[in-house]
């Protein structure tokens, strides 16, 4: 790796980290900032497009239920793995293994795939496609809907 790559992929971590705080926040401001103007969050049930509907997204209540005992609930994300590739000094990828922890302990895992530019500014996420790859039975995902598969 280039001096440059080593600096570049250190701010794509703090962007990534930033994202993943922001989102487990409900800060919306603060999350819609980590994509491009343009940027996508491809989900399951479709695809959030450009970085004011991102904020939106992120202002509705959460898809995520509450408990039903009217107690805090919490997740929270904690990124682990990351494997950054560059194309050029402007455009990079990321693929970024995360756990989610709530009350219920370890909740689902999964990865998230980035498509990442650079604007002058500062690295931000063009695309993302968060996959998950486990759920718990007594995840907080469960709750409220049984048709929750892993």
Known sequence: MTAAEV???AEIRQLLARCTQA???????A???CYAPDGILALDGG??????????WMRAPSVIPPPASGAPGFVSHHL?????????REAATARTYW?????AGLDHNGFYVDRLVHDGGGWLIAHRRPRTLWI??????????PAVTP
């Open 31 to 33: 999350y819609a900032a």
């Open 7 to 9: 600096q570049a992929e």
């Open 136 to 145: 718990s039975p007594a995840s907080v995902l469960r709750r409220g809907d």
């Open 80 to 88: 682990t793995t990351c494997s950054v590739a560059f194309d050029g």
């Open 99 to 103: 756990l989610v922890t709530s009350a």
């Open 47 to 56: 695809a959030v497009a450009g970085r004011e509907a991102i904020r939106d």
């Open 23 to 29: 989102g487990d926040a409900r800060k919306a401001e």
